[in-house]
């Protein structure tokens, strides 16, 4: 069954340095994956998406089939970064809904 | 506010009773999803639409748990029964048909069962 796990519940990291949140999946087939970032009082929304290969507020993310990861990197972290993050994939092969993570809260300290 | 919108934002009830909670998705999307999300989870898939279709039902809604999306514009989750395990947020979603679509989502019903 596909699942995706977020070792880190909490990740604290000082403004300026680099961050990484990390997401480990499992998936029988090719898995097209997405971190979706709650800020506080907002609402969750779409951060980036693999198959895009973008680079979204400084973030990007590889997809890395032989460890079966999606890690978001940040060279330089700002405290507006600070949000709830979700990585999450398709729950089947049709891509039509979706299984997320239990989430990494990064805090950004000043 | 071209968005999500779901209502109520909070709901306190007691044990036992039946509450509803409506989510208007963006009006191209045909796709809907109602998701469960509990402290330090992540959202858990309950069910989803594509018009007015019920494509698919997580095991976690149990009999007591009903959703409808009737023309295939809103949709509206019923608890019958409450008990305080459902207390949560519920999520309401729409994407467009094709493939792995980007979710957007709602602020969420907050539900409280006393």
């Known amino acids: 069954a596909q699942r995706v796990t977020q070792p880190e519940k909490l990740l604290s990291v000082f403004k300026g340095a680099p961050v990484e949140l990390k997401c480990n999946y499992s998936?029988?087939?090719?898995?097209?994956l997405f971190w979706y970032v709650q800020y506080s009082r907002q609402r969750l929304q779409l951060l980036l998406r693999h198959i895009s290969r973008e680079s979204i507020k400084g973030f990007t993310a590889d997809l890395n089939k032989g460890e079966t990861s999606f890690h978001l990197k940040k060279p330089f972290a700002q405290e507006e970064d600070s949000a709830m993050y979700y990585c999450a994939l398709p729950r089947d092969n049709y891509g039509q809904n979706f299984v997320f993570g239990p989430g990494t809260r990064l805090s950004v300290l000043p | 506010d071209t968005g999500v919108s779901q209502n109520p934002r909070h709901k306190i009830t007691k044990r036992g009773q039946n509450v509803t909670f409506r989510c208007d998705p963006i009006?191209?999307?045909?796709?809907l999803y109602w998701y469960r999300q509990t402290l330090g989870q992540g959202p858990e898939f309950l069910t989803y639409f594509q018009n007015e279709a019920q494509l698919e039902k997580s095991r976690l809604l149990s009999d007591r748990f009903s959703a409808e999306r009737p023309k295939g514009s809103f949709s509206t989750l019923e608890i019958q029964r409450t008990e305080q395990g459902d207390s949560a947020m519920y999520l309401c979603a729409s994407s467009e048909t094709g493939g792995s679509e980007k979710l957007f989502f709602g602020s969420g019903t907050q539900l409280s069962v006393l």
């Open positions: 009006s191209e999307h045909n796709r």
């Open positions: 998936y029988s087939g090719s898995p097209e």
